[in-house]
């Protein structure tokens, strides 16, 4: 990993965003005009408002896990606000503050449990990245750039990643490789460089957690194997979910593997789960699926693009408005709940920073949801 440098493109691109309002930002983000609706904009105000009045002064909202304080962070980004402009500049500066404090000399960006390691670890480190792309603060870089390293170093022998932040033979599952994904991608679209090989190797581990429907044994034919239906799983077994459905095309997407025939084999899981996903009756805070799942299936539709964006997105959104809580009680109001991986408040924490990043895809803000594929991670081909 080499020094971390700018081009005067992505300067420039800083520069701009300083000096435009919120609202002309917005006439450059290229959104189709189906994309926002009143209903989800005022949403998406709301659940922001619920996250910037409880976040407190230390800027965590009382959670000591990192990933939980950066997708908060990220909720802020990708509508607009950074460490220096926006009305919560400062809620964003007080969550990135808290995360770079607590990053520790080895570049692990996890202060809870070691089991906790490498999920805290890739969403923090993939929250900088988007930091780093569209903020001036000069301390994320070397931040960021232990935070790569370490990516690097704890890769496993077969392109996986494990829980604890430590090289082993073979890589937990495909949950964790996804977060890893992303920081990675995060740091090339904010102009930083990535060892080649870390990729190659990732995309192999990524591509082995395939499996075809009905086929007890592995790895078949590839010829045969695009004949069947199949998705992607948690451990290569029969362990295959809609999340890591979304999470393997989402893998697949951000390395640059656009053309992969296993991103149309997921997206029709994806389509299925979100066409037969029930109507919401009530706003009772329960998010879509659950947050972690909708995080990756709003990314998974968005990198797709084309039909399954302009076919699946809405459904999402306007299952995310009908779901959030409307109360007189502060602390519930514009919020949503997750409780499926974590409780408590840490649950509407996770819930409700999804949910705002989900509603504020189509602004388009953040250097990841820029249009435009990175030629330069096609060439890892490597089947």
């Not at 082993?168 to 495909?174: A, F, I, V």
């Not at 045969?224 to 893998?251: H, I, R, S, W």
């Not at 706003?283 to 947050?291: C, L, N, Q, T, V």
Request: with cysteine.
């Amino acid at each position: 990993m080499t020094n971390i440098t700018r081009s005067p493109l992505v300067v420039l691109l800083i520069a701009v965003a300083g000096v435009l309002s919120a609202g002309h930002r917005r006439l450059l983000a290229f959104q189709g005009e189906w994309e926002l609706t009143r209903e989800s904009e005022e949403a998406q105000a709301r659940g922001l408002e619920w996250l910037a009045r409880h976040q407190g002064d230390d800027g965590n909202w009382g959670s000591e896990n990192l990933g939980l304080v950066a997708v908060a962070a990220l909720a802020f980004l990708a509508d607009g606000h950074t460490p220096q402009h926006g009305r919560y500049g400062q809620v964003v500066a007080r969550a990135l503050d808290y995360i770079v404090e607590h990053a520790q000399p080895s570049g692990l960006l996890n202060i809870a449990a070691e089991k906790r390691d490498m999920y805290n670890h890739g969403l923090s480190a993939f929250v900088l990245g988007q930091a780093h792309g569209v903020s001036d603060d000069a301390r994320l870089g070397p931040v960021l750039d232990r935070a790569l390293k370490l990516i690097a170093s704890t890769q496993c022998d077969d392109g996986g990643w494990e829980y604890a932040a430590k090289r082993r033979p073979k890589g937990h599952d495909l949950s964790l490789a996804v977060m890893q994904a992303l920081a990675l991608r995060s740091a090339v679209d904010s102009g930083l460089e990535v060892p080649p090989e870390v990729i190659e190797l990732a995309i192999k581990s990524v591509r082995r957690h395939y499996r075809p429907d009905g086929v007890k044994k592995t790895p078949i034919d590839e010829a045969e194997m695009q004949k069947l239906p199949g998705q992607f799983t948690y451990t290569g077994g029969n362990d295959g979910t809609l999340a890591m459905a979304a999470c393997g095309v989402v893998c697949l997407q951000e390395f640059g593997q656009y053309d992969d025939w296993r991103i149309a084999k997921n997206m029709e899981v994806i389509a299925r789960a979100v066409k037969e996903m029930k109507p919401p009756t009530k706003p009772d805070g329960k998010i879509p699926f659950d947050a972690y799942t909708t995080y990756y299936v709003g990314q998974a539709i968005y990198q797709v693009g084309g039909k399954p964006w302009r076919e699946l997105y809405p459904v999402l959104r306007d299952a995310i408005v009908a779901t959030q809580r409307h109360s007189d009680d502060p602390n519930r109001d514009g919020s949503w709940i997750e409780t499926k991986r974590v409780g408590g408040r840490e649950g509407e924490l996770y819930a409700t920073s999804v949910a705002c990043f989900v509603l504020a895809i189509p602004n388009r803000y953040l250097p990841i949801l820029q249009e435009g594929r990175i030629d330069s991670l096609r060439k890892f081909q490597t089947q």
